[in-house]
């Protein structure tokens, strides 16, 4: 696994940070985190205790990771990062670019004052969007400019491309997922930045020659998170139907409700051909089929469980190398060595 990139297939949180702290249980050394900064809300599940991250990368727990770094694409709320590197004891590990764009309490009011944004947008509020529109106009202030951050900055690329020379193993993880994407998105329901799998790339200084494997994770169903001009998605379900099926989920960051609706094939065919995925993965099956939970075995799932499975995969002409079968990183079927 020398240069791989993970990244959402839907609306985000499709269980991006649980996949990666599986990842990291094998043989990873360097993680770095793109996409366009504490919007995003990962939570990982080690052990018997629940992260949830803005910002240190969900990697963290990896036993062979000597790095986490952020990339210059990144965009960092230093309160925020400086809390959960103490919460995650990365304290020795933990770095970000001099580049990184830093976000002020002005952006955040921005965020949460600006009717487009809080109405029609339904942005998570976290000043990230402002601040990427001052980066635009370039007058954002640099981590390179906070004395606060001076213990904790590197070059993110250089340091990338060193451990590439010495054939370390490097995992990239995206944030928020395709279809949120300014470029790609629901235009204009969607985030600040691009955030398909050349745009995390570009985050942290990579270039495309230089990747892998690009892994895309699908959830077993569609959430979304966000405003409700926003167009229904297709077949989505009335709050109630999503209680009574059991899919509601609350959002990490703003603990709204997210809208569902059955796992959608254009869409996630559509993610797999813009984020040129090698791999797939797909989380949350024991939602679907109860009688997966905890599983670590394909061959253990029931006959519906493996059906609804095999049908996808000849729809997505693709098999999925992951199945989460619970939130803790052991809940995952691993079938990239079958
Ligand atoms: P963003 O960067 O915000 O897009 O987040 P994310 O992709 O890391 O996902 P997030 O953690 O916000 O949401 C996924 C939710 O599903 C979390 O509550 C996870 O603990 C949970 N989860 C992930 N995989 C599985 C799974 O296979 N089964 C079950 N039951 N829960 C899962
Ligand atoms: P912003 O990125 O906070 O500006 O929000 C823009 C849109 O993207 C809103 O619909 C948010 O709910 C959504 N969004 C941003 N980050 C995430 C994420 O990590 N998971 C899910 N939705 C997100
Ligand atoms: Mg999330």
Known sequence: MPVTVVVGGF???????????????????????????????HTV??????????????????????????????LINPEVMIKEMKVTESESKLFCDYNCGIISEEHIKRDNSDVHLTSTVGTSGSGTGPANEDRVKRK??????????????????????????????????????????????????????????????????IGPTCVDEVIVV???????????????????????????RGWQEYGTVTQRIRRAAPFNLELARRSIMLNGATKIAITKLDILFPDVKHQNSFSNLSIEAKNWISQKENQLGMKFSWIGTGPADSDIIDLTNV
């Open 140 to 205: 954002l202030a640099l981590a390179k400019d906070l004395p606060e951050l001076a213990n904790y900055l590197i070059d993110v690329p250089l340091e990338l491309h060193k451990a590439m020379k010495d054939d370390r193993s490097i995992l990239l993880e995206g944030t928020q997922a395709t279809h949120l994407s300014l470029w790609h998105g629901t235009y204009p329901h969607v985030t600040s930045k691009d955030i398909t799998a050349s745009a995390i790339c570009s985050d942290v200084g």
């Open 218 to 244: 699908f959830k077993a169903f569609v959430t979304r998170v966000g405003s409700l001009k926003a167009e229904k998605m297709q077949n989505e379900l009335s709050e109630e139907e999503t209680k009574r």
């Open 45 to 74: 599940v080690v052990g018997n205790k629940t992260y949830k991250l803005r910002m240190v990368p969900s990697g963290f727990a990896g036993e062979n990771v000597e790095k986490l770094l952020i990339g210059p694409g990144v």
């Open 11 to 41: 609306f985000g949180d499709e269980g991006k940070g649980k996949l990666i702290s599986h990842l990291v249980q094998k043989d990873v050394e360097i993680v770095a985190r793109g996409g366009v900064g504490p919007n995003a809300g």
